[in-house]
């Protein structure tokens, strides 16, 4: 219990001075204040090859191994100043952040400039948690990289720090800088397949305000086959035509005069979903509104805090999504 605590506050100090030492900004320059620098594991192993040398030259008088000894701490001494200098000057700057579903990986834009007349080489790049990219960066120019960060669960947090590391030249010493790089990361809820119900598809006629149309469309209603599609998830099963898949045409959907000459009207309703838990409710509404966008509907959402009006197009379905990664209200 005491070494949980002791580890647990050993951690938060050095969070704490981290912050202090490289506060949060999305451009970070890497120079002696944010670089730390140690021997890597194959490093401390030579260092330890060293040392038993030189035990072996001094208890033995052999200068030859002395001098092999001392020859080998040079190198060492030598690669300090290299794998330093392969990270210092270099500037980052976060330039986008693209909001993802939960499960998958972020794709987070950086770009890396090299304003010195050096190369960089094997830069790595990696969030913590994350994948690494490895990058060369040649004399005054600047490389666009994108990097992936995992994104585990829905809703907006900042990014773990991000790790720029180089062991070059010969692997012996390894510097790094852990850089906030001040990334907020908006994560939409994992889609679940789910239908649209039926009492919330409305009709809108040309000719009628759509404001006073408040009529329930159902299949009764659509007289004529206007022609058909190919199935989409998300499709009503009365809708598909089961007569051209059996006969081998494929899954396709039949679409009505009414639906073909009217303006699609949907409302996306928490309440369509009654019986899941409130990330099961999210991610359906998830799946609907990707549904509904890829079928150019006008559609809205209503959720327990907040409603959102009919609309239609990218921003309406980005603005959606976002609604659904920040709810934070219950599930009744």
Not at 106 to 125: A, D, F, G
Not at 171 to 181: S, T
Not at 225 to 247: F, L, M, T
Not at 264 to 292: K, N, P, V, Y
């Amino acid at each position: 219990m005491h070494l949980t605590w002791l580890s647990n506050s050993l951690r938060q100090f050095y969070k704490q001075w981290l912050h202090r030492r490289i506060p949060p900004n999305q451009q970070q320059s890497l120079y002696r204040k944010n670089i730390f620098i140690l021997p890597s594991k194959a490093g401390v192993f030579f260092l330890v090859v060293v040392l038993l040398l030189w035990l072996l030259g001094t208890n033995y008088q052999n200068n030859i191994i002395l001098i092999l000894s001392f020859l080998l701490l040079s190198l060492v001494n030598t690669c300090i100043l290299y794998t330093y200098s392969n990270l210092s000057g270099l500037s980052l700057q976060i330039k986008k952040a693209y909001p993802c579903f939960a499960g998958e990986y972020m794709h987070i834009e950086c770009v890396i400039k090299n304003n010195s007349q050096r190369p960089y080489n094997n830069i790595v790049l990696r969030w913590q948690y994350g994948m690494e990219t490895v990058v060369n960066v040649s004399p005054y120019s600047s490389q666009e990289v994108t990097l992936l960060l995992a994104a585990p669960k829905r809703g907006v947090y900042k990014a773990n720090r991000l790790i720029v590391s180089s062991i070059y030249p010969l692997g012996l010493i390894r510097a790094w800088a852990h850089l906030d790089m001040d990334v907020d990361m908006l994560v939409y809820p994992k889609p679940i397949a789910a239908h649209f119900p039926d009492a919330r598809l409305h009709i809108v006629e040309d000719d009628q305000p759509q404001e006073n149309q408040e009529s329930i469309v159902t299949t009764g209603e659509f007289d004529n086959i206007s022609h058909v599609r190919h199935y989409q998830e998300g499709d009503p099963p009365k809708h598909i035509a089961w007569k051209n898949y059996a006969k081998g045409q494929g899954l396709t959907t039949k679409i009505f005069n009414a639906v073909a000459h009217a303006e699609s009207q949907q409302w996306l309703d928490w309440d369509d979903f009654s019986g899941f838990s409130i990330e099961g409710r999210l991610s359906r509404l998830c799946h609907c509104i990707l549904q509904a966008s890829e079928q150019e509907l006008v559609y809205g959402l209503r959720l327990p805090t907040k409603t959102i009006g009919l609309g239609t197009g990218k921003m309406h379905k980005q603005a959606l999504l976002r609604e659904l990664a920040l709810y934070k209200g219950e599930g009744n």
